[in-house]
């Protein structure tokens, strides 16, 4: 049997003190794609990268990063990877040039060779104007740009993101995204940690849902979004009184409970109902008629796939992430 | 091991480079140990039994080991700074020696206290204190100050890196400024109650003021001082190498497992 995982992780515990960050961790990488991982502050998404990474050492299971073991075989683990931080693991003393510099001839760089490396990615991350400022004085979205850059300097067979875009205005954002997909596209392999649904909507392959210290979904964005089925929605018309208003959401909720089976959810403030349907035989037609049969007096009626967001909050039952 | 060099050269380059990017503060670490020499030699000096000018002349060399002692306080500052701000686990996550950034960082430390205790020497100078042995005892009383520093400089690293957090290092570092009164450094032993003069005697620092004194010709031990006292220089070097014995394999082993 042939591997063909980058990452592949089997049953990864870790615990700090009292807080059980990993309790059986299983992840699987396919090469050269870019799995995001998802899930709440404290799931444990911070604790796997570390882990993978090589800088915490798991207290069991077993973890191969490029086909090497990060427990038995750190040091070609650390040969494989690029490593980009939550927070920008850059010398703020220092300025981007001399970073990238002295992190090429770390990675075994050296010379004109790591001079001319630290020049094109100063280039392509549109750092060359601010090359000689220390760093300490960039915008944040600069600094995550050297960090990424920093990352990158060996063409790392595996990248690591954690939270790459956190906090950053949409221009930086997108420029991230960018290099993301090209570097999925030559075939690198990217974990991409993120509180972000839509980022790991737009960039990812396949979703692994953490949840406390576990995997607790995992699959392609349309697959988790199918597994809940569609969102149906309907708008009501305004009503002369409030009474009115009220029995036509409780009207159009009964019709919604009948057509769904799931509970509807309103929303009396812009007069919606909505429900999760799982049925694939419910069609926009079939509410529409039912509606109007109940006599419910409907603007709009929508049957969509859900967002990240609805499935995320499905599978886990939880309030949503820290927004 | 090409490795090794090759690593702790590339982290002695950055912190030298920091250094040129803020130069300004090697020279402020300076003002210290300056203003305590001219507040202690004038004011204290005038109250002891000492002449004034005798007394510089044994204060500048007390002043240039509590100096070397502060390389705990800098080595604890610049590894807590390095582990809170997630350089060093970049570091870590490098096919870089294990040993390479502890080492990098002490090896650049004694370049910048080489270069940040002239202005305490022509101060020392200006108030009255000269080299009254040979060339070569001078040059033997800076080696000892330097591998001081060296054994100071990794104690502290070990601590920093312990505590990787910079407010706390920060705390403990300032508490390190008992460490020299507790010595000869300032103020002879020879008038301390029993228990106190033992303490004092047995206290690194005391050795090296009193090796630096010896080697720079300015005083010589009392005869029945604690042993590293009365063999100051042999004293010096051995605790100097005691204490990287113990806290090089420390620093390095806590820096390679990393935060727990």
Redesign the interface.
Known sequence: MTTTYAVHSEGLTKRFGEVHALRGLDLAVAEGTVCGVLGPNGAGKTTAVRVL?????PDSGTALVAGHDVVRDP?AV??A?G?T?Q?????????GR?NLR??A????I?GGAGRARADELLERFELTEAADR?SRTYSGGMRRRLDLA?GLLTRPRVLFLDEPTTGLDPHSRNQIWAAVRELAAAGTTVLLTTQYLEEADRLADDIVLIDRGRAAHRGSPAELKGRIGAYAEVVLAEERTEAATQAALVAAAGVLDHLTGAEPVLHRENRTVGAVATDPALTLPRIVRELDAAGVPVIDVSLRPPTLDEVFLRLTNRKGLAA | MSTVAYDSGAVLGRHLRRIRHAPGVVLLTQTMPITMLLFFGYVFGSALAMPGTEYRAYLVPGLLASTAAGGIMTGMFQASHDAQRGIMDRFRTMPMSRAAVPLGQTLADLITTAVGLIPLLLVGLAVGWRIEGGALDALGAIGLLMIFRFAANWVGTYLGLLVANEEAAGQLGAATFILPLLSNAYIPTEGMTGWLRTVAEWNPISAVSMGVRALFGNAAPAADAAWPVAHPVAGSVLWSLLLLVLFVPLAVRRYATGAK
């Open positions: 990474t090589t800088l915490v050492s040091g650390r040969r990877i490593v931080g927070y920008a693991a850059v010398d703020g003393e220092l300025t001399e002295l992190f001839g770390l990675l075994g050296r220390v920093a």
